[in-house]
C-alpha cells in the first residue's frame, strides 16, 4: 500500500451487483476506501468529485460501455485505471489499453490477483508521486524530463498515460539497450507472466503513435525480433 496516512481510495465501477459486493468485501479487508458504482455515468460524475486513486473498470458496462467511459476520462484525467474484461474478450483488453488503461485483467480472475494488481500500480503511481524534480535525459529530438513527467518530441509537449511514461522512462535509462518484454513487465507492472508479453506489445505501439514520425515504420523505439526493444537517436 503506498506510503501515507489515508488508505488509497478505490472507485469499483461494475453493473453486477454480486461482483461490486464481492470485490468490494475483499478491498475493504485489505484497507482500501471503495466507493461503487453501477453504470458509466455515474463513474464519471464519481472521477470528477474526486479525489481518488484508482479506477476497476468494467468493460462490458450497460448504456454508456466502459471503453467510452475510458475515452472520455482520459479526455479529462489521469487517474490510474485497471479494465476488467470477461474472459474472452481480449479485442476489448487490447482497445482499453489504446484508450490508455493502466493494465487490464480478465474476469473472472483470483481477488488475490486483482489486488496485487492494484497494490502494483498504485505503488508506481506512489513512486512518481514522491520523487522530486529528477533529471531530463535527452536521446535525439526526444526529451524527458523526469521531475516535471513532461515528454517533448522535436519541439513539441506529448501528452503520454502514466503507463506510457513509465515506458519512455525506463527506454531512456540506456538508450540503445535491448530491453525484454519481460524485463518491461517486471519493472512497470511487477509481473513475470510471459503470457501477458502481448501487452507490452500494445504499449509500445501505443507509444509510438505518441513519438514516432511514422508508428507504422518506428525511428525511435526499434524492434530487435525475438528479443524485445531499443530507444535510439532519431
Request: glycine content about 6%.
Amino acid at each position: 500500500m503506498p506510503v501515507g496516512t489515508l488508505s488509497p481510495k478505490i472507485l469499483l465501477v461494475d453493473s453486477s451487483p454480486d461482483l461490486r459486493e464481492t470485490i468490494g468485501r475483499v478491498l475493504r479487508r485489505e484497507c482500501f476506501e471503495v466507493e461503487d458504482v453501477a453504470d458509466g455515468e455515474a463513474a464519471l460524475a464519481a472521477a470528477a468529485r474526486g479525489p481518488l486513486d484508482l479506477m476497476l473498470l468494467d468493460l462490458q458496462l450497460r448504456k454508456v460501455s466502459g471503453l467510452d467511459v475510458l475515452r472520455r476520462l482520459r479526455a479529462i484525467s489521469t487517474l490510474p485505471v485497471i479494465a476488467m474484461s470477461a474472459d474472452g474478450g481480449e479485442v476489448d483488453r487490447v482497445l482499453a489499453l489504446e484508450l490508455g488503461a493502466d493494465d487490464c485483467v480478465s474476469i473472472p480472475c483470483s481477488l488475490a490477483e486483482l489486488v496485487s494488481r492494484v497494490r502494483a500500480l498504485l505503488r508506481r503511481c506512489e513512486f512518481e508521486r514522491a520523487s522530486t524534480r529528477g533529471p531530463v535525459r535527452a536521446v535525439g529530438g526526444l526529451r524527458v524530463d523526469l521531475g516535471l513527467r513532461q515528454v517533448v518530441v522535436d519541439e513539441r509537449v506529448v501528452y503520454l498515460t502514466d503507463s506510457q511514461f513509465k515506458l519512455i522512462s525506463l527506454l531512456t535509462e540506456e538508450p540503445g539497450r535491448i530491453v525484454s518484454r519481460r524485463e518491461i513487465l517486471h519493472r512497470l507492472w511487477d509481473s513475470h507472466h510471459t503470457a501477458e508479453e502481448h501487452v507490452c506489445d500494445v504499449h509500445v505501439s501505443n507509444l509510438r503513435h505518441k513519438i514516432e514520425r511514422d508508428p507504422r515504420n518506428p525511428e525511435r523505439i526499434i524492434t530487435v525480433r525475438g528479443l524485445g526493444y531499443k530507444l535510439v537517436a532519431a
